[in-house]
């Protein structure tokens, strides 16, 4: 059976990637591959397994608890440990069909998950800086930080933005597949632009706070306000080049190129419909499905969201590869340069998998597979967790200048875009 996933791609119709088990030299590769992630964290900034463990378990931690191994999902802590993991942001994902209700405590119930699944790990520690990372990393563990995904959760508020901060959130995407009251997102219709005058507001006071500005499942004005606001590197927690896969979520090559100057840094996405070109066609509307459902049930956004979870879990479309992903980084390498790409797999809630990469203990491959198209190990490590951490160390600096110079915004959506909250 070893052989069925390269069967599987060739009756899909796609070219499997070069098999690195086949290749004599596999174990020098890994070898070298392991030996780097020992010597910098590997850090991916964007897992699921929060979402998993609060609709499947109910958020009962010993239901799913990741320490004994969840094999219904691709992410368990003995899986992260064999792929070598340094640094995990975990996501604390708001479903759209909470934008109008309930935003707020749903991603707090995720955070919640989230603080008790690692409080209870020997294996997770927390963090909320760089210099945690490394600290974590070092002393044998996987340094866990969390991101909320979706700007709605804020609820158009920067005192709840702020409490967010608090309880250790250190990046929030301005929208998820919805636009906001503030931000345009890449899969709805444009109402604003790009960003509204409080969705300014909100990435100056995120700049201000210490807290990444994500970009991913943003439109492409929502990026280009982004980064013409952003007094600090932003990221794209999750997407991948659209120069290699033509979809909406993935970051357009004019966008890359405005990398350098700001410092941000694209974390490559694991998801098939971003990786292949195929895919991405078939993928074009899967998050429209999550409209659809919020339409079937406008008054009951947990029956939405569950609905259009259990739609996802069924969607198939055509197979990627680990060797298509390593594409990806090398087109961002191409036209951002090295230093603004890294690794968001989206592992966690992923409804199909790259071959070669089926779960979070499969990164040391993808390491590999970097090694043995050249790349020298100290462009590795950039790709692997240099350019995070000297992303979030500049995010940090900056809040610090900022803080000392501004306080914190008591801005409203009212008062800036003149519309209710």
């Not at 991948?240 to 970051?251: E, K, L, P, Q, Y």
Request: net charge neutral.
């Amino acid at each position: 059976m070893r052989h069925l996933p390269i069967v599987l791609a060739l009756l899909a119709g796609v070219a499997p990637a070069p098999c690195l088990a086949q290749r004599p030299d596999l174990a020098a590769l890994l070898t070298r591959a392991r030996r780097l992630h020992r010597e910098v964290p590997m850090i991916d900034t964007h897992n699921d397994l929060a979402s998993g463990i609060l609709s499947d378990g109910k958020g009962n931690l010993a239901t799913m608890d990741p320490d004994r191994g969840i094999p219904s999902l691709d992410t368990d802590i003995p899986r992260l440990k064999a792929g070598q993991v340094g640094g995990q942001f975990w996501a604390a994902y708001v479903p759209s069909s909470f934008m109008s209700q309930g935003a707020a405590r749903f991603a707090l119930e995720e955070i919640d998950v989230i603080h008790r699944m690692v409080a209870r790990s020997p294996s997770l520690a927390f963090a909320t800086t760089a210099d945690d990372i490394v600290r974590i990393h070092r002393e044998g563990r996987i340094a866990s930080l969390i991101g909320i995904e979706g700007g709605h959760a804020i609820e158009n508020s920067l005192a709840t933005l702020r409490m967010f901060h608090t309880l250790g959130v250190r990046y929030l995407t301005l929208t998820h597949s919805a636009t906001t009251p503030w931000a345009d997102a890449a899969t709805d219709a444009a109402r604003h632009g790009g960003l509204s005058r409080f969705g300014e507001e909100v990435v100056r006071e995120m700049n201000r706070l210490g807290m990444m500005v994500d970009l991913s499942h943003v439109s492409d004005a929502t990026m280009a306000d982004a980064l013409r606001v952003a007094e600090a590197p932003v990221i794209f927690s999750h997407s991948s080049a659209r120069a290699r896969a033509d979809h909406v979520r993935n970051v357009p090559d004019s966008i890359l190129a405005r990398l350098p100057t700001n410092g941000g840094v694209v974390m490559v996405n694991f998801f098939p419909g971003f990786l292949d070109p195929e895919a991405a066609r078939d993928a074009a509307n899967v998050l429209q499905k999550e409209r659809e459902f919020k339409a079937q049930f406008p008054n009951d956004p947990q029956r939405a969201s569950d609905a259009f979870g259990a739609w996802l879990k069924e969607f198939r479309t055509h197979d990627a590869t680990l060797a298509q992903v390593a594409d990806h980084i090398e087109h961002i390498r191409r036209v951002a340069g090295i230093d603004h790409v890294g690794i968001g797999a989206d592992y966690g809630g992923l409804p199909q998998h790259p071959i070669g990469l089926e779960d979070v203990s499969r990164y040391p491959h993808l390491t590999a597979e970097l090694l043995r198209r050249g790349w020298t190990d100290d462009d590795v490590k950039k790709v692997l967790g240099l350019n995070l951490l000297r992303a979030m160390r500049a995010v940090e600096k900056a809040a610090t200048r900022l803080q000392a110079t501004r306080p914190a915004s008591t801005a409203t959506i009212g008062q800036l875009d003149g519309t209710t909250p």
